[in-house]
């Protein structure tokens, strides 16, 4: 089937301003992670779900940034109140289960002015 | 916590071999392998899962020494498509990326 999509693929935002991004997993996966990737840097590890669950939060940034997956499919990192510091590529990536390879999506490329 | 890659950087001619290495100060369950290039996604490369293990794709290979928790990465004979940054990934609950070696693949 489809990869992992996200949408939307670049966005500008200014200072101050709320964000969404979104992830769509390839169907079934039940492990999800978004990662931030800086420019000329690996991709920093973010947060993960299992399902709708959210296992570990722990490279979230900030009380800024928050992440959620209600049915266990689609997810949304949040951004609120963004800063230039958080502007980067977000990537999504999904996994049929923990432990197992990552099948990543293009990113989302985040400017914030 | 975050591995450590060697070289930051190499360039190549089309047909020479190099390694990267991975090394973590943190016991290490598995380690991944993902190459991306620029402007795209991080691409699967393998998956060590445990220590001693060697795998291959193509002619490109890996090991993983669970004892110096390290893993390296061994490319062959190089092509031009092999141009890109190398990651490595360690398993532990959550996916830990390397700094990234950049490889430049000339003809």
């Known amino acids: 089937g489809a990869g992992v999509s996200q949408s939307p693929r670049y966005k500008v935002a200014k200072r101050g301003q709320d964000v969404a991004l979104r992830c769509d997993p390839i169907s079934g996966h039940v492990s999800l992670f978004w990662y931030q990737q800086a420019l000329g840097q690996g991709p920093e590890f973010l947060t993960y779900?299992?399902?709708?669950?959210?296992?570990?939060k722990s490279g979230l940034p900030s009380d800024r940034f928050f992440a959620e997956r209600p049915e266990g499919s689609v997810s949304t990192l949040k951004i609120q109140r963004t800063q230039q510091e958080d502007s980067a590529v977000y990537l999504c990536?999904?996994?049929?289960?923990?432990?197992?390879?990552?099948?990543f999506g293009p990113g989302t490329r985040l400017t914030v002015t | 916590q975050q591995p450590v890659q060697s070289p930051q950087a190499v360039i190549l001619r089309e047909g020479e071999d190099a390694v990267i290495n991975c090394s973590s100060s943190?016991?290490?369950?598995?380690v991944h392998w993902y190459r991306q290039k620029h402007g795209e996604a991080p691409v699967f490369l393998m998956i060590?899962?445990?220590?001693?293990e060697q795998k291959g794709h193509e002619k490109i290979s890996a090991s993983f020494n669970e004892k110096k928790q390290q893993s390296s990465l061994y490319l062959t004979a190089s092509q031009l498509s092999y141009s890109g940054t190398y990651f490595c990934g360690t398993e532990g609950g959550k996916l830990i990326f390397g700094q990234g070696t950049e490889l430049s693949v000339k003809p």
């Open positions: 779900f299992q399902n709708e669950a959210q296992l570990d």
């Open positions: 943190k016991a290490l369950y598995s």
């Open positions: 060590l899962l445990k220590g001693g």
């Open positions: 990536a999904s996994s049929p289960r923990m432990g197992t390879r990552r099948y």
